[in-house]
Every structure is written in structure tokens, then in C-alpha cells.
């Protein structure tokens, strides 16, 4: 049962009322708690015992859920809700809570708190009832004969939930079976935490280690379930009840800090509203202005970062408009009008967050010093800013484009819980599901990186290429060679950064697998799961560092060991120019064109005397000069000659496939140039590299030569090699 609570004004280190009263909810909840008194629910509970409900009419007892749901839908049909609640209260009639309560002021305080965050109807109606099937003789076949099978559904799973160890010691399976319930329908995990929510609220007669114990758990897990489906509203303030309960001396001090604030005159806050409500009328701009304090955990976090606090550092500004357009004019007034500090802004509205998160983040400098931070955006982004998945209604009410019946497709499904069906569908084991899901709970900042096509893929931080593989290709990454990072190739250990572009290369070998070294890279459950189902089925794959057989070669091609190039190499044939001419500055002495960096015309060269008086030729960018600059050596003017003919050396990267060098070759032949050389280094990670040293009748047919050597299919870049210079 979840009756271990106690009424509020109960002696006992439960928070007080002070963080919910100063945690900036939704404006308008806040605005429609402000004009009605604070709920009696002992009070109420009892009138309900001592009074029939009259059939027909709504009971007094559910008038402030009432009240509270038609501000958000008008329109409802509230018959489900009186007749909940008549069965709710018949069937708990009796029970007591710790507090001494009667029982069913708890799911009348947890249907409240959902209503004020818009829930509708059907989920208010299972919240009346959510305690019913684990605690009374109510069935799930009564609740769907008189409900419906949708509120069966949502009863049944609240009623798993209820059943659930969230500590360290819970059995994996149990609670893999709850997030199951929770992905097929949001709802039932909104309930839960309007349930503990009030539990939390209540928890003042429970023995000081029991309060200890469920605070911890609801920090590790449900918090953390609370952010990634988005509701902040029921996140923030489950945050202070646990500061309270597991760091009351903190708390305490964090206290004080906010009545110290609040009882100082002048708040720099107001100012600068005010100031911005002038800014924005001006530009003729609709807005509400508003001011957002701060909750106690972030006030704690602001002064551990920051030392000691100023005025502003206690609440952050709330610009809500009608339209998203009007949100970038927001923001383009303010960072006209008054002083913007460039390194805070953030739009999370053209790459929402991943619990669906839209916002404009920024924050203007006044004259004494002081950062206001501003959150920008539009009353429909603050709806479900505040109540994430519960301000999305009933995701399966009937539609033009419902899908086939009894088919439950959530399209407004965050899409981390999308992901999580898909983690506990792939994961080899039970435990290997928990404790992955656990690593991804304690992830607390995500990163956005971006894709070429412009699209964009939701990271947690210190997630590498894996990652982004598996996040954007599923099990068929398993087939990633490597990647480009912001548009330089990239292993696929590369750590990735907030806003970089990630190309993924993929090979096409259908024999391609994954290494036992990308389990050390993968951060993210969809990648680390894949990897490990993947090795699970292949008991004797993925061995070593996950490099390919050379066998994916063709083994009639004959290619010579890895080694350097050089474009100097004596086989060139007889009669053939070896490369461009090139006049020095030094008549008579011999001239080299340098392996390091293979110059042709029209690039810009410089020369360098070696042993023998022989001048070698450079690019003037190769790294080798300006080595040879700091080591004193002094320059030899050269230039090129009238013959165009060029010997050069390009390096081609590309994935193992059958007959890619005799591909290779013929395209190479096809523009005319002849190969002087070439070397194939081993395959690594199904990656290939060949370097070729080529005659070309002319240096102007490069371009083609190189263009016509990335047209190969499996070949993903093509450059003139450059050797890095020797270490100083």
C-alpha cells in the first residue's frame, strides 16, 4: 500500500512548505492556486465519510480537481470523474493512513496535482482509482466494465509499479517489466509520480532511515524518470523534498539564503522585467513577462558555483509569446537593446531536448555587473516545459490516421522512453538491461550533434562516434568503418562534442561485425546493448581490435608491404620524364621533387639544399619546410619550368570489398596516368589504405585523376600525400 505518509503539519524532517511555495511552477497554475484557499484534504476526506454523494451530482470533495482540470479542458466530460470517485471512496472507506487520514485523501491530492498540470480526463479517472485493485476488492474487470479498457490499463500498470523495489537490490526483471508498462503508455508512469510526489510531500511521520531510504530512491531513479519525461514541474519539486530529507543542513542554509534575499529591499529582478516589458512594447511585440525563482536545489547548485549570490542570481526571467516566430524577436530586441552575454545563448526551439524541451535560452549584463538569465518562449512550449508528457493529452484518442485496432502508437512519445522500448527489446539479459539503464539514468547532460542531411541525434555527454552510430543506424552501424568529425575523418572512439557534425562511413561488406573494443567507446544503452547482443550470438566474433581479414581483398592482386612512398623510387621507366621541370636559383645543381609532398603545377614550391647539393622541391604549405625553416636551413628559390608532365603521389582511403583495387586501377588508367608505385597497409576496422605514385602526362588533369578515384564505389577520400615532419 502506499498509505505510509502523514499530513503535512506533522512534526518530522519533511521540507517544508517553503520550496513549493518559491519553486516557479506554471504561471497560470500558479496564478489559479493564488485565487482559491489551500486544500484541506483531512477535512475533506472526512465530509465525504460522513455523506452520501448524491447521484448525479459532483461530490464537494473532487470540486478543486474539478476546477483545476476545466481551466486546462473546458469542454470535458466530467461523469468518469464522479463516479471514479464515488467508487474510489465506497472502496478505501475504512482504510486509514499513518497520518490517521482517511485513505482516500491521498489519490484525491494525487489527481489535484495532475490536474493542475493538465492531465485529461482518462488519466485523472485512473489517478481516483490507481490504488484500488492493490488495496481493495475492486477488480480490473469492474474498472473496465464501468471505465472503459483504457483506465484498466493505466489502473493495471500503476498497480505494477506500486509492486516495484526501485533500490539496488531490485529484480531487474521486475523492473524491466515496469518500464515495458510505462514505454506502452506514458501515463502510467505520470501517475507514479504524482503518487510519490504526495508521499513525498507527507513523509513526516515516517522513522528517519525510512525517510532516507525512499529519498534515495526517488534521487536515483524516479527524479531521473521525472527530467526525461520532461515533467520539471513535478521534478523540481521532488528535488527539494529529497535536499530536505538527505541534506538538511544545506537545506537549511539554502533557506535562509532565499529569506535573506526575499527581505532585501529592491529586487534587481523586478528591474530589469520591467525593463524588458518596455523593450517589448515598444517593438510592439505581445508578451508576458515573468518572474521565475529559483528552487532550492538550484539556488544550492548556483552558490556552490558561484560563491556569493546577488539578486538576480536568486530567480531567472520568462518571456512567454503566442507564435515561435515571436520568440527569435524577442531575443533580437533584447540583444539590441540592452547588453547580451553571447557565450549563455541557447535555442533549444529549433533543436528541442530530448524530453521535448523548447526553449530560447539568453541572458542580458545590467550596469553593476549582474547576469540576468531569460528563457524565451511561447505559452505552448511552457505548457509542456512544465508537465512534459502530461501535457500531452490521451496520445491514442481517435483520429483520421489511427492506425489498425488494438495497434498502441504514440507519436508524441519522448523519445528517450522510444528508446527504451527498444533497449529492453534488444538487451541479451535482464541484469544487462538494469544495469545499462542505470548508467543512462545518472547521465544527466545530453549533447546535439548534427548530421549531414541537417538532421540531429540527442547524446548524453562524453558519447563518441559508437554512439552516434547506433543511435542513428540501430544494429546496422555494426557495419561503421569510421566517421567524420566536422568534416576530418575521425575514429570511431572520438569523443564528441555539443554542436558537431558527425558523417558516419559505413562499409558494405555483409560480413561486417562489430570489435570487442567498441564496448570501451559506447556510452549510450542502445549501443552498448547492440554490441553486446551482437556478441552474444557470435561467441568467436569481434576478436582483437576488430580488424578486418585480409582475405576481404582480392587475393590475385598482388600488393607490396606497407611502407612509405616515395616519388623518387628508381622504377620509373626508362624514357619518362620524372616529373615537371623545375628551374633553381643555383645553375647546375641537381633537383628532387620531395616525397614527403609530391609538388606539381601550379602549386607554389620553395627548395632546400641537402646532401650532395642536391635541391629538393616542396609545397610551400609541407610541413617539412617549416621544420627546416627553425632549424636555420636557408631557402633556394625555384620555380616551374615549361613541362607540365608531373610524377605525384595520392593516398586513398576506403572499406575492404572484393575487386576494389582492380577498380581502383582501371580508373586510375582511364585518365591516362601511369602507376609508378603503389602500396595497400594492412585493413584496420575494415578500413583501407592505398598510396599510389603516378606519372601524369600533364599536372592539369590532377583534379580528374582525383575526382575520377573518389567515383569508386567503397572509396571515401582521396588526398596528395603529406607526410608529418620529423619531431623537433
Not at 454 to 470: K, N, Q
Request: one cysteine or more.
Amino acid at each position: 500500500m502506499s498509505a505510509e505518509a502523514t499530513n503535512p503539519a506533522t512534526p518530522g524532517p519533511v521540507a517544508p512548505t517553503a520550496p513549493q511555495a518559491l519553486t516557479a511552477s506554471a504561471a497560470p497554475a500558479a496564478a489559479r492556486r493564488k485565487s482559491r484557499p489551500r486544500i484541506d484534504l483531512r477535512r475533506l476526506g472526512r465530509a465525504a465519510l460522513l455523506g452520501p454523494a448524491v447521484r448525479g451530482r459532483l461530490p464537494d470533495a473532487i470540486s478543486h480537481v474539478v476546477e483545476a482540470h476545466r481551466a486546462h479542458h473546458p469542454d470535458a466530460d466530467l461523469e468518469p470523474l464522479r463516479r471514479a470517485y464515488v467508487l474510489a471512496e465506497s472502496s478505501h472507506r475504512g482504510q486509514m493512513r499513518k497520518s490517521g487520514e482517511p485513505y482516500i485523501t491521498h489519490p484525491l491530492a494525487v489527481t489535484l496535482i495532475l490536474a493542475e498540470l493538465g492531465a485529461e480526463t482518462t488519466t485523472l479517472t485512473a489517478s481516483l482509482l490507481h490504488d484500488t485493485v492493490e488495496d481493495t476488492d475492486v477488480t480490473l474487470e469492474q474498472v473496465r466494465e464501468q471505465f472503459g479498457e483504457e483506465v484498466r490499463y493505466l489502473v493495471d500498470g500503476v498497480t505494477k509499479l506500486e509492486k516495484v523495489d526501485y533500490g539496488a537490490a531490485a529484480e531487474p526483471e521486475t523492473f524491466r517489466k515496469m518500464l515495458v508498462a510505462t514505454g506502452s503508455d506514458v501515463r502510467v508512469m505520470s501517475i507514479k509520480l504524482a503518487d510519490r510526489l504526495h508521499n513525498m510531500r507527507t513523509l513526516g511521520v515516517m522513522r528517519p532511515e525510512k525517510q532516507a531510504r525512499i529519498a534515495k530512491v526517488t534521487r536515483d531513479v524516479l527524479i531521473p524518470l521525472a527530467e526525461r519525461l520532461g515533467v520539471q514541474a513535478l521534478k523540481t519539486e521532488l528535488e527539494d523534498l529529497v535536499f530536505a530529507i538527505l541534506h538538511p543542513e544545506e537545506y537549511e542554509h539554502t533557506r535562509e539564503l532565499i529569506a535573506g534575499n526575499a527581505a532585501r529591499q529592491g529586487d534587481p529582478l523586478a528591474e530589469v522585467a520591467d525593463e524588458v516589458r518596455g523593450v517589448l512594447r515598444e517593438a510592439g511585440i505581445p508578451a508576458e513577462v515573468l518572474i521565475r525563482p529559483r528552487h532550492f536545489v538550484s539556488v544550492h547548485r548556483v552558490a556552490r558555483k558561484r560563491g556569493r549570490l546577488r539578486g538576480t542570481d536568486f530567480g531567472r526571467l520568462l518571456v512567454l509569446v503566442n507564435e515561435d516566430a515571436d520568440c527569435y524577436g524577442v531575443l533580437g530586441e533584447l540583444h539590441t537593446c540592452m547588453t547580451p552575454v553571447v557565450s549563455e545563448f541557447k535555442d533549444f526551439i529549433a533543436v528541442p531536448k530530448f524530453n521535448l524541451y523548447q526553449s530560447l535560452h539568453t541572458a542580458v549584463a545590467r550596469p553593476d555587473g549582474q547576469v540576468v538569465e531569460v528563457l524565451i518562449r511561447t505559452h505552448q512550449m511552457h505548457k509542456v516545459a512544465e508537465a512534459g508528457v502530461v501535457a500531452l493529452g490521451n496520445p491514442y484518442a481517435p483520429g483520421s490516421d489511427d492506425p489498425a485496432d488494438g495497434e498502441r502508437a504514440d507519436p508524441t512519445r519522448p523519445g528517450w522512453l522510444s528508446r527504451l522500448l527498444d533497449w529492453q527489446r534488444a538487451a541479451p539479459d535482464p541484469d544487462t538491461f538494469w544495469s545499462t539503464l542505470r548508467e543512462d539514468l545518472a547521465q544527466d547532460r545530453e549533447i546535439t550533434v548534427f548530421r549531414p542531411d541537417g538532421g540531429t541525434l540527442g547524446l548524453p555527454e562524453g558519447a563518441t562516434c559508437v554512439d552516434a552510430a547506433y543511435a542513428q543506424y540501430g544494429e546496422d552501424a555494426h557495419a561503421c568503418i569510421g566517421a567524420r568529425v566536422n568534416g576530418r575523418l575521425a575514429t570511431l572512439s572520438t569523443v564528441l562534442k555539443d554542436g558537431d557534425t558527425v558523417q558516419l562511413l559505413m562499409g558494405q561488406d555483409p560480413a561486417s561485425e562489430p570489435s570487442r573494443e567498441w564496448l570501451e567507446h559506447a556510452h549510450t544503452p542502445a549501443a552498448r546493448i547492440a554490441i553486446q547482443r551482437w556478441l552474444a550470438a557470435h561467441p568467436g566474433g569481434g576478436a582483437g581490435t576488430g580488424e578486418t581479414s585480409g582475405s576481404r581483398l582480392e587475393p590475385a592482386e598482388d600488393t607490396a608491404p606497407a611502407r612509405p612512398t616515395d616519388s623518387t623510387a628508381e622504377s620509373a621507366p626508362a624514357g619518362r620524364p620524372r616529373g615537371a621541370d623545375v628551374l633553381v636559383d643555383r645553375p647546375g645543381a641537381p633537383v628532387r621533387l620531395a616525397g614527403c609532398c609530391t609538388p606539381v603545377p601550379p602549386d607554389e614550391i620553395t627548395g632546400f639544399t641537402v646532401r650532395g647539393g642536391v635541391v629538393t622541391v616542396h609545397r610551400a604549405e609541407c610541413a617539412a619546410v617549416a621544420h627546416m625553416k627553425s632549424r636555420g636551413r636557408v631557402e633556394i628559390g625555384v620555380r616551374w619550368g615549361d613541362t607540365a608532365a608531373c610524377r605525384v603521389t595520392l593516398v586513398a582511403e576506403s572499406f575492404g570489398r572484393p575487386h576494389l583495387l582492380a577498380d581502383l586501377t582501371e580508373a586510375i588508367a582511364s585518365e591516362g596516368a601511369e602507376i609508378v608505385s603503389a602500396t595497400v597497409e594492412p585493413p584496420s576496422q575494415q578500413r583501407v589504405r592505398h598510396t599510389y605514385t603516378l606519372q601524369l602526362p600533364d599536372a592539369a588533369h590532377l583534379p580528374a585523376l582525383m575526382r575520377a578515384m573518389r567515383d569508386v564505389p567503397g572509396v571515401y577520400d582521396v588526398n596528395r600525400a603529406q607526410h608529418q615532419a620529423p619531431a623537433h
